[in-house]
């Protein structure tokens, strides 16, 4: 089967776990790029890499290069290309464009452009017949980037972006994305063995994710639809081989994973979407208040959690931050604790030592990901 290159984004901050997911999944000539790693496969690694990329956001196939510095040029060099190597008169499709350029200045535009240029193409090959667009829900997405007067054309494989699980039908204000809470997880120094809480788990998205990398369960297990199932050359024979041997890797977790929260409401969110994930006999959630009553853990673990911050903060943020500190000093002696923030002021309020940082982004946030080790026989931080 013949490799090619793809393109894997991801949000700012995930790219270096993103190469290693790729390279422990088998890719070859793994580069780093912006928001992005570039990688190559055949059609069955494609495959591979929706199914299972936990940090992916979407994978893209390029399939033309032209280079352009006017919009008629821009369009003329797109009409050249034979799109139906790609695609069917029949399908529906979208285009979606990012520019950077001197040249070109509405990315909507561009889109525009290229739109115009594959629906004539079709017109002059097919009498007249096209392919319709739809914004929503098309057969066929076309990416398109262009950097100065270098264009790029690539093949959406994934549809709708993979942080769409589908397992997460209820969640809270804010939620963490899927593709951040597995970013965290693997960033952080869990061992994937030991237990695991989530003290402030919301609609119980790190949980969930937890549970998945832990039993090395595929994150796009419960996905019914991929973009590259509506192309010419989808291969369903290859796709089902490919999610068999996947699912032949599930492996049993030795440790717990707990999703605790203080509302009921949170509680209820997380227990349907755990039940919905198949989950619900490996997560445990109990309705507790981590600063009055926080969970014990019966052996070592570690806690990673999302904190409230931004536009989730509570009335007195700094004393929040202070008490969070306080219980995990009384309680979690010789574990590790992680949390996201982007509220770098109350953390001081936490009154320990952070021993890592890590610069990333929620949604449009400016965050930090920190680790706090909690020593044994002292309250303090060890030297």
């Not at 013949?2 to 790219?15: H, R, W």
């Not at 352009?68 to 029949?90: G, H, P, S, T």
Request: glycine share 6%; proline share 3%.
């Amino acid at each position: 089967m013949q490799n090619f290159k793809m393109i894997a984004k991801t949000q700012l901050g995930l790219e270096e776990v993103l190469a290693e997911e790729l390279i422990q999944l088998g890719a070859q000539q793994v580069t780093v790029l912006n928001r992005a790693v570039c990688f190559v496969g055949d059609l069955g690694f494609m495959y591979k890499a929706n199914l299972c990329l936990r940090t992916a956001i979407r994978i893209l196939q390029p399939i033309h290069q032209l280079t352009a510095r006017r919009d008629v040029q821009l369009y003329e060099e797109a009409k050249k290309f034979e799109w139906d190597q790609y695609i069917d008169v029949n399908n529906t499709i979208a285009v979606n464009a990012a520019v950077s350029s001197d040249f070109f200045n509405h990315s909507h535009y561009v889109a525009l452009k290229v739109k115009d240029a594959i629906v004539d193409y079709f017109r002059d090959i097919s009498r007249g017949k096209r392919p319709n667009v739809d914004v929503k829900n098309p057969d066929v997405r076309i990416n398109v980037h262009i950097s100065n007067d270098k264009c790029n054309i690539s093949l959406d494989s994934s549809g709708d972006s993979l942080h769409k699980r589908g397992y997460r039908h209820v969640i809270n204000n804010a939620p963490i994305s899927e593709v951040l809470a597995a970013g965290l997880i693997l960033l952080s120094d869990w061992d994937k063995e030991s237990d695991f809480l989530d003290p402030m788990c919301g609609s119980g998205t790190l949980a969930i994710e937890a549970a998945m990398i832990a039993c090395n369960i595929p994150p796009a297990l419960h996905r019914k639809e991929f973009g590259f199932m509506n192309w010419k050359n989808f291969d369903e024979q290859l796709w089902n081989t490919i999610k068999d041997s996947a699912l032949n890797k599930v492996k049993d977790f030795p440790g717990k994973i707990i999703a605790c929260d203080r509302a009921f409401a949170s509680i209820r969110k997380a227990e349907a979407n755990i039940k919905d994930a198949l989950l619900d006999e490996i997560i445990e959630v109990h309705r507790m208040n981590f600063i009055k009553k926080p969970y014990l853990f019966e052996n070592k673990g570690v806690i990673l959690f999302n904190p409230p911050y931004g536009e989730r903060l509570e009335a007195d943020v700094n004393a929040l931050y202070g008490q969070i500190g306080d219980t995990f000093k009384k309680n979690y002696a010789g574990c590790s604790a992680w949390l996201i923030t982007s509220d770098m002021e109350a953390v001081k309020h936490i009154g320990l030592k952070h021993t890592k940082r890590i610069k990333l982004f929620n949604g449009q946030l400016e965050c930090r990901f920190l680790k706090y080790e909690m020593y044994e026989g002292s309250k303090k931080q060890k030297k």
